[in-house]
């Protein structure tokens, strides 16, 4: 079973720049989740969908930050524009609903490491 | 509000000795707690979680982890540590009666093993 794809998988843009970075979950799995990863911290959760629905993006920083998820399956998150601060990982993970809910496991994509110069 | 609590940044361990890394949480109501991996340039593998019963639960790769109540921790552990554990290890939980809630990751513990 293929798991979660991420891609690009490193970006370098200079500040102001646009940027988008793209996830495909796991078969199946109906909730997709973006995460922000700073460098020696743990992940922090920016938005989370319900299929094509956003029911958690309270943690997004909509001023600057979008994501889209129109078919409920693969994933877009977007930044425009980019200040040094967004310079982190940006995790993507998904699970199913059907693995008990709140107790659903979730897996995680490699990442995409954005560097902002 | 929940939070998770790694307290060691790094901890160090020789190869085939037995290894604990440390995990408290706080969280209103019965805790979900879980376990993962991270290797370089790679994203989080899940170890194992908590979500009730025994309290010792078995995960991936021999890892184990006690879940103590009265101590409110969930601490990660291996009998016989290899080389290749070496990695970054982040504790997570999620509260269970409070609908749903976002998991919540501590800062992350690197296991260092050493030949």
């Known amino acids: 079973e293929a798991g979660v794809v991420q891609s690009p998988r490193y970006k370098i843009i200079e500040k102001k720049q646009p940027v988008a970075f793209w996830c495909n979950p796991i078969s199946g799995h109906n909730t997709l989740y973006w995460y922000l990863q700073n460098l020696g911290q743990g992940p922090e959760l920016l938005i989370r969908y319900e299929n094509e629905e956003a029911v958690d993006d309270s943690q997004l920083p909509k001023d600057r930050f979008s994501a889209e998820r129109l078919k409920g399956v693969d994933s877009t998150l977007k930044i425009q524009p980019a200040e040094l601060g967004d310079s982190a990982v940006y995790l993507c993970a998904s699970s199913s609903p059907f693995a008990g809910g709140m107790t659903d496991t979730q897996y995680f994509g490699p990442g995409t490491r954005l560097t902002v110069l | 509000a929940q939070s998770v609590a790694q307290p060691e940044d790094q901890v160090n361990v020789a190869e085939g000795n037995p290894l604990t890394v440390k995990c408290t949480y706080s969280?209103?109501?019965?805790?979900?707690l879980f376990w993962y991996v991270q290797y370089p340039n790679r994203g989080l593998q899940f170890l194992l979680k908590y979500i009730t019963g025994d309290n010792l639960v078995k995960g991936s790769y021999g890892f184990e982890a006690e879940f103590n109540k009265s101590q409110t921790s969930f601490h990660l552990k291996k009998p016989s540590a290899l080389v290749s554990d070496s990695a970054l290890y982040f504790c997570?939980?999620?509260?269970?009666?409070?609908?749903?809630?976002?998991?919540?990751f501590g800062t992350g513990t690197r296991l260092l093993v050493s030949p």
């Open positions: 997570a939980v999620r509260a269970f009666n409070t609908g749903f809630q976002k998991l919540v």
């Open positions: 969280v209103s109501g019965n805790p979900y």
